[in-house]
C-alpha cells in the first residue's frame, strides 16, 4: 500500500513548524547585547508583539501589568542609566569607564517595560483570599513571565534578536517612569528588542576600551517526561 502523500505533505509541514519554533526559542536563550541602530523596529512589527504579549495567557483574563514600548531613543537612554547591578564581580567593571555593571541589552532599538499593574477590585470578585495582595503580585509576575517569553520567542522568530534585564535600580528613578504616570517601582523586567550587530559577538558587551565580556550559556535539562 503506497504513502498517503497529503499526509506526508502534512507531516513535514508540522515538523518545518516545530524545527522553526525550537530554533527561535533557543535563539532567544541568549542575551543580545549589541544592537544595529540603523535598522529599527517598525510599527507594523511593535504592534504585532504587542499582540502576541496580549495574547499569552492570564489569571481569569484580567490584565495584571503593563507593557510599556519604547522606541524614542532619548527615553531609552533615560531609563538605561538606571539599568545597572550593584552585585557584578568588581573585577570584572573595575576598568569600564562608568565603573560599574552595565546591561547594554537595555540600549535596543525598541525597549519593553513589564510593569506590575494589579486590578484589585476586578481580582477582589475572584477571591477571597486573606493573602490577596501578595497573592495577585505573584500572578502578575508569573504572567509577565508568560507573555514576555511569547513575545520574545516570536520577536527571534521574525529574525530579531532580544536581551533581558531586570537590574533595575528603581529607587534612585523618578516616581513616575519617564513619559508616563505608571510608578517606576513596579517595573519587573526589561526586554532590548533589536536586529543585531552581525560583525559582532551576541554576548559581548562593548566599552570604550574593549568587547571584554563574553559568555556562552547552555541551559540544564531538568525535564521529567512520565
Not at 502534512?10 to 530554533?23: A, D, G, P, S, V
Not at 519604547?70 to 552585585?87: A, R
Not at 537590574?167 to 519587573?188: D, F, H, Q, R, W
Request: proline share 4%; glycine share 4%; charged share 20%.
Amino acid at each position: 500500500m503506497g504513502s498517503n502523500p497529503i499526509l506526508s505533505s502534512n507531516l513535514k509541514y508540522i515538523n518545518k513548524c516545530m524545527t522553526k519554533i525550537l530554533e527561535a526559542t533557543e535563539q532567544f536563550n541568549h542575551c543580545q547585547r549589541n544592537w544595529d541602530m540603523s535598522k529599527p523596529v517598525d510599527d507594523d512589527t511593535i504592534k504585532y508583539l504587542i499582540d502576541v504579549g496580549n495574547a499569552a495567557p492570564k489569571k481569569q483574563n484580567i490584565v495584571n501589568f503593563h507593557t510599556i514600548c519604547i522606541k524614542d531613543q532619548n527615553l531609552v537612554s533615560e531609563i538605561e542609566q538606571y539599568c545597572y547591578s550593584s552585585h557584578a564581580p568588581k573585577k570584572l567593571w573595575e576598568d569600564h569607564p562608568s565603573g560599574r555593571h552595565e546591561n547594554p541589552q537595555v540600549k535596543a532599538p525598541l525597549l519593553i517595560l513589564f510593569v506590575v499593574d494589579i486590578d484589585y477590585k476586578l481580582a477582589l470578585e475572584h477571591s477571597s483570599s486573606l493573602t490577596l495582595k501578595e497573592d495577585m503580585e505573584q500572578v502578575s509576575l508569573i504572567e509577565i513571565g508568560i507573555a514576555a517569553s511569547a513575545i520574545g520567542i516570536a520577536a527571534n522568530d521574525l529574525g530579531l534578536r532580544t536581551g533581558f534585564n531586570s537590574c533595575v535600580n528603581t529607587n534612585a528613578m523618578p516616581e513616575y517612569i519617564p513619559g508616563t504616570k505608571i510608578k517606576s517601582l513596579n517595573i519587573a523586567t526589561t526586554m532590548g528588542i533589536g536586529y543585531p550587530q552581525y560583525d559582532q559577538d551576541q554576548h559581548h558587551i562593548q566599552t570604550d576600551k574593549l568587547y571584554e565580556h563574553d559568555r556562552h550559556l547552555n541551559s540544564a535539562n531538568k525535564s521529567i517526561i512520565l
